[in-house]
């Protein structure tokens, strides 16, 4: 069953966007493409591995901006894929900028962060392994309080 | 070539000849049903193509009568159709042309169609549904949309021998 929520990203370039998330998350174009007089792209929808995602272009008559325009995005995607590392190499290999190179994380995931040429920030994440709250607890120590 | 309507695409899991050869020959399996997608009451007729750039694309009905959409003006398998395209609130010489391209893209090909020219029509049309500009343009590029989602469904369920791969 699809999911009940599906971010809908606004980006400068959505034809452009859509070959990037292609070529780099092995994305496929699952839906109709709406493109008007112009070029703009009023709607499109990806699918990553099942994920669906719906984009378009900017519409600035309904204040549907993109984070370029805005200068940063508040919202982070957050990616599960088999590779995190070749993902990431292959993202920065087309153009995305690393915010934070993928490691090891206390919480079982192996992540890094990156901000996509389109100004969207992803997790790329792959889990390697199950941790316990206790051996959370322990392992972050008294940076944080686990509950 | 500047588009003047909204254009509706989608990726098909078909080489291009095969996506127009479905397009075109099975397009009553592949047209939505019902009142919204169908174009006469009791909207059971059936949807099909004459073959060929002298065709026509017809609707009919189990008593032997026929509803014609529209004649073909280009045919060029796996390329591009054109076709005026009528639908039975028109009066006299009242018609639309539907646009589609066949692009050949990594694993299938991109089906594209601009349906143009209701700008033609006058403002209270009833085919307007009151609508107009850019509402109207996406609710027309909706109704494209449905079916050619349809349309791809059609290869992702029952794929043809000689689709190429658009699944991971």
């Known amino acids: ?147 | 070539m500047t588009n003047t309507a909204v254009v509706v695409s989608i990726e098909v899991a078909a080489d291009p000849d095969l996506a127009f050869d479905v397009f075109t020959s099975e397009i009553d399996a592949w047209w939505l049903r019902g009142p919204q997608h169908r174009f006469r009451a009791p909207w059971d007729g059936k949807l099909r193509f004459e073959p060929g750039p002298t065709g026509r694309l017809l609707e009919e009905y189990a008593d032997g009568s026929a509803f014609v959409i529209g004649r073909v003006v280009h045919w060029e398998r796996g390329k591009r159709l054109v076709l005026g395209w009528r639908i039975p609130n028109f009066k006299g010489d009242e018609s639309t042309e539907v646009d589609v391209r066949f692009e050949a893209i990594a694993g299938g090909t991109r089906v594209s169609v601009e349906h143009r020219g209701w700008n033609a029509l006058r403002a209270d049309h009833p085919a307007r549904h009151g609508k107009a500009g850019r509402d109207f343009e996406y609710m027309k590029a909706d109704l494209w949309a449905q079916n050619l989602t349809s349309l791809r469904r059609r290869f992702e369920h029952n794929p043809p021998a000689s689709a190429g791969s658009l699944a991971r």
Not at chain 1, 1 to 13: A, E, F, H, N, R
Not at chain 1, 70 to 96: E, F, I, K, S, W
């Open chain 1, 1 to 147: 069953m699809p999911s009940p929520l599906v971010p809908y990203i606004t980006v400068k370039g959505a034809a452009r966007a859509i070959d990037f998330y292609k070529n780099v998350f092995g994305a496929i174009e699952s839906g109709a493409r709406y493109t008007e007089p112009g070029g703009r792209i009023g709607h499109a929808e990806i699918s990553i591995d099942g994920a669906q995602i719906m984009l378009s272009d900017e519409h600035p008559e309904i204040d549907v901006l993109s984070p370029d325009t805005l200068g940063g995005t508040p919202m982070t995607l957050h990616l599960q894929v088999r590779d995190a590392a070749a993902t990431v190499a292959r993202a920065a290999a087309a153009g995305a900028t690393v915010q934070r190179a993928v490691q090891d994380q206390p919480y079982g995931e192996r992540s890094g962060t990156i901000k996509d040429p389109f100004g969207h920030r992803w997790m790329i994440a792959t889990p390697f392994e199950d941790v316990s709250k206790d051996e959370l607890q322990r392992r972050v120590g008294s940076a944080y309080k686990i509950s």
